[in-house]
């Protein structure tokens, strides 16, 4: 399983803070686990990440590659604001069925299961979270997000990882204005692959790049593609690809 770190969020300000920062709505968190990203002011993602209501705050739960990277964007906007970030030792445990008293259904899908935070190691995980990922369109952490994305691209409406309603954050503009002004030119799909192809190769449609394959999986990947490009027969590697419906 990718490791992940648990973070403690406390303070006066820290609901505020948060609300002012991130993709979602923090009132979510309340009931509930929510997903939600923090952005750049142009609109590209930074990282993303979930959030649940904790003692005297909330607790973060974000990809260990991103942890860093997310703690001095976080410390950057605190300025004077009453907010403490503390790492904890708490591990994430996660499992499919039914959600355990402890635990949060993952708001990005149904199949996805739960997530849980508890104080012991998680046992030796034996779920295939790639099919799972490509199976219902779900990017990852470092593979299908990173700087160069915008978040609709990625699928973030249809995961419940942005509100439109909340109000403002940082790359909020941009957000809604791809949502609200333009038709999204580009973006993720799943697609069928048959024949050899390693990820990270560039997928072709009559003698053009559509696009790139992320994540595969046996028959199946997730590719970043262009739409106006991504029609008939495309190529990637030695393997013939096929538009699949999301």
């Not at 149904?110 to 046992?123: I, K, N």
């Not at 030119?185 to 003698?207: F, H, P, Q, Y």
Request: aromatic share 8%; hydrophobic share 40%; proline share 3%.
């Amino acid at each position: 399983m990718s490791t992940y770190r648990i973070l403690h969020l406390t303070g006066a300000d820290v609901r505020d803070f948060l609300q002012g920062l991130i993709t979602n709505d923090i009132a979510g968190a309340d009931t509930g686990l929510i997903y939600a990203a923090l952005l750049t002011p142009q609109g590209k993602y930074i990282a993303d990440f979930f959030l649940s209501k904790a003692s005297q705050g909330y607790l973060l739960d974000v990809h260990e590659s991103l942890t860093d990277v997310l703690v001095q964007r976080l410390s950057m906007y605190k300025l004077r604001a009453d907010v403490t970030i503390t790492p904890t030792d708490k591990h994430l445990h996660r499992g499919l069925g039914p959600v355990p008293a402890d635990g949060y259904a993952d708001p990005r899908h149904d199949a996805l299961g739960w997530r849980a935070y508890r104080d012991v190691a998680a046992p030796e995980d034996t779920i295939d979270w790639t099919a799972l990922r490509v199976a219902h369109l779900i990017p990852q952490s470092g593979i299908e997000l990173t700087p160069d994305t915008f978040i609709l691209e990625a699928g973030f409406e249809r995961l419940s990882g942005v509100d439109f309603r909340k109000g403002c954050y940082v790359g909020q503009e941009v957000t809604a204005r791809m949502k609200h002004k333009t038709e999204l030119r580009k973006g993720l799909a799943r697609v069928a692959l048959s024949g050899a192809a390693e990820t990270g190769s560039d997928i072709t449609a009559n003698g053009k790049v559509a696009g790139q394959l992320l994540s595969r999986t046996q028959d199946a990947g997730i590719a970043y593609l262009r739409f106006d490009r991504a029609r008939g027969d495309m190529q990637a590697g030695d393997a013939m690809v096929t538009l699949l419906d999301s």
